[in-house]
């Protein structure tokens, strides 16, 4: 527990200190109000006891800069007999309690205890309000090819490790699901798993996702905000498509991996946390590393490990399986079947967009097909491409697709990569390649 004992009685302020410290407790002092601010803008406190009567300036307008700047912490006011109204004042203010003076340790630890388990819960209940904003349904891992069950394998033993672990594969893949079964076999299942696309949020957003920021730190920062890195406090925070992370978030990124601190945006007050940090990407990195658009000293802090998911269309097996899993989810779809015709189709299909594409073209024939067995026809995509002879190329038959999507949509990218199952800039990147560039 983190105690900030503010008393111009330098007796009082030393006993305290003293008392407080030798059952374990980490205890600054200050001798006034003006000193108390500087402290509590700089460290976060658990618990402040304050007193009301000081000079330069009394516990009252500590209290008010306390309330206004959003300064986290219970404070409990010490006071004397002669000053109980402007105790009531400060219980008005958010004050925890007050305790009159003079007064006996065994009477105080108690009220410490009871505020700093109310300053615990707050944190807890905030950070869990986080986590269900962002709550998602990350489904479960289907694997029947020798690949995706060697893969599952080296997961469960790289779990149950700290050290940080990289996912690399294609959009859509599954990489978010490897990461989640990491966590799961880890050390810290119990604790949070919380997942930060940074391809999919622009760049100036990205650093207060990760950080947070303190009230007042941009334009529209209207109350503090927790981030990321805080949210998984104790658990797991992975980091998708992490190739994408601004050159200037991903010295930030290091710093925290390396010293478990950091700042929120606008924030004085040091954090400390502690993150298992998973990454992902669907990127060369050490290409990126040799353009410099990624530090190679964060690359080797982030790849303790290295786990590589094959695409889809290099584990056909998978395919029957994934079909039953997703039709068994959708309790409506469950009379439905796919015809060993309409199995074949997508069995042969190179998927570019991979699981998330796969996933996509099923809900949709599910949904539209009228009876209840699949047929080729049923299903809303264009796979003759598919069943050319063994001699063509798989990459043909995907830059087909992807353009005849890109035509459906109106040549909007964004709905076309939705359809795909792909990220927009894997979509572009595709489509750059096959000299589509407008």
Known sequence: ????????????????????????????????????????????????????????????????????????????????NTTITAAVEAMKLGAYDYLTKPFRLEELAPIIEKAFEKKKLRSENLILKTQIERQQDNGYIVAKSPAMLELLATAGKIAASDYPVMITGESGAGKELIASSIHAGS???????????????????????????????FTGAQARKLGLLEVANKGTLFLDEIGDMPPALQVKLLRVIETGTFFRLGGTREQKVDVRIVAATNKDLKAEIARGSFRQDLYYRISSFVVHIMPLRDRPEDIPALIAYFTERSPEFRHKRFSKEALAMLSRYPWPGNVRELQNVLHRALLLSKNDIIEPSDLPLDLCGAQQSGSARLEDVEREHILKILKASGGQRNRAAETLGIDPKTLYRKLVGYGVNE
Not at 34 to 59: F, Q, S
């Open 1 to 80: 527990m983190k105690i900030l004992v503010v008393d111009d009685e330098k007796n009082l302020r030393q006993v305290l200190a003293i008392e407080l410290s030798a059952d374990g407790d980490e205890v600054d002092t200050a001798e006034d109000g003006v000193k108390a601010l500087e402290l509590l803008e700089k460290k976060e406190y658990d618990v402040v006891l304050l007193d009301l009567n000081m000079p330069r300036m009394g516990g009252i307008d500590v209290l008010k800069k306390i309330e206004a700047l959003e300064i986290p912490g219970e404070v409990i006011v010490l006071t004397a």
């Open 187 to 217: 050390k810290r299942p119990d604790k949070p798993f919380v997942a930060l696309n940074c391809g999919a949020i622009p760049e100036n957003m990205i650093e207060s996702e990760l950080f947070g920021y303190e009230k007042g730190a």
